[in-house]
């Protein structure tokens, strides 16, 4: 089964973007020294740091003259087909009117039991509309009728994150690695989450999601991170230095990189990547009095 397009599954893995500044604060923070963390270096960002998953699936078919609510009204008259309940639950899900949204994938399911589609359709639109306990449910019929399918298990492992069940979340994907070997976001998902866990195993996992998907810079730079936070600092180094070259564009690198000088009292090659960062024309205008007040720190 696959329906959910591959931006949006990119779009999830950043989703948990923030649980890395957390984990930076706490591991690479060293008591009692004057040197800032990497957490102070870090940009500001807003509220949540977390990117939407957005489906915006709802599209009149190209023979229809007309608005989407009036083909949305015209599907209501079909609605003894399965497509068209299918099409009227993508449409509530996209007005954000999650318990119409899961009726109508329910209903569409109802009309074929053996497709578990329109039940992980519903189990996010619970989710997204802060209804856990049914969010919850439908995720485990779907997972009755097909436990090795690696979108639900992908999904009810996010589910399971966003409420903090990180062990739960754990198991999913790993089963969800046995069932897709190469799958990047259970390979990233499991070394961001905050549980206790085998350092080289991590550098070993988030290898793979960079491997995997090499043109995603999130996946390249979680890999340099746990490099670093494994011992290999020179690996991460080398590492982070290719990054750089190849995403300049991806700050969170550049500022890895910045923290590691520092933390070695490397302040000639930490002002030296500074200067390189604010004069890239890659970097962000609106990043770069960020960068320079970093520099005059270290003047």
Do not use: C
């Not at 915006?56 to 609605?79: C, E, I, W």
């Not at 799958?183 to 988030?206: C, G, K, Q």
């Not at 340099?224 to 011992?231: S, T």
Request: charged share 25%; aromatic share 12%.
């Amino acid at each position: 089964m696959r329906f959910f397009n591959s931006k949006l599954m990119v779009a999830a893995a950043a989703a948990t973007a923030m649980a890395l500044l957390i984990l930076f604060s706490i591991i690479l923070t060293r008591s009692g020294s004057d040197e800032k963390s990497l957490n102070d270096t870090m940009p500001p960002t807003d509220e949540t740091g977390a990117a939407d998953l957005e489906f915006n699936y709802f599209v009149p078919d190209s023979s229809f003259d007309g608005t989407a609510h009036q083909y949305a009204d015209y599907l209501k008259t079909r609605d003894d087909e399965r497509e068209s309940l299918f099409k009227l639950g993508h449409y509530y899900h996209d007005m954000e009117q999650w318990e119409r949204a899961s009726e109508y994938y329910l209903r569409s399911w109802e009309l074929e039991r053996d497709d578990i589609s329109p039940l992980l359709y519903a189990a996010v639109a619970m989710s997204g509309g802060a209804f856990p306990e049914e969010a919850e449910r439908l995720f485990g019929m779907a997972m009755d009728i097909d436990p090795h399918d690696p979108e639900l298990l992908l999904y009810s492992a996010l589910f399971y994150i966003d409420f903090g069940s990180f062990s739960r979340a754990d198991s999913l994907l790993r089963e969800l690695l046995k069932v897709d070997p190469g799958n990047a976001l259970a390979a990233y998902h499991i070394t961001v989450m905050p549980i206790e866990s085998d350092r080289d195993e991590m550098v070993a996992l988030s290898r793979l999601a960079a491997e995997s998907e090499p043109q995603e810079p999130l996946f390249r730079y979680n890999y340099a991170l746990n490099l670093y936070q494994a011992g290999y600092r020179d690996e991460a180094v080398r590492y982070l230095k290719t990054l750089t070259d190849d995403e300049p564009s991806f700050l969170e690198s550049w500022l890895l990189l910045l923290h590691i000088y520092r933390e070695a009292g490397e302040t000639g090659k930490a002002r030296e990547l500074l200067s390189s960062a604010i004069a890239h024309r890659d970097i962000a205008d609106e990043s770069k009095p960020f960068l320079l007040d970093l520099l005059r720190e270290l003047n």
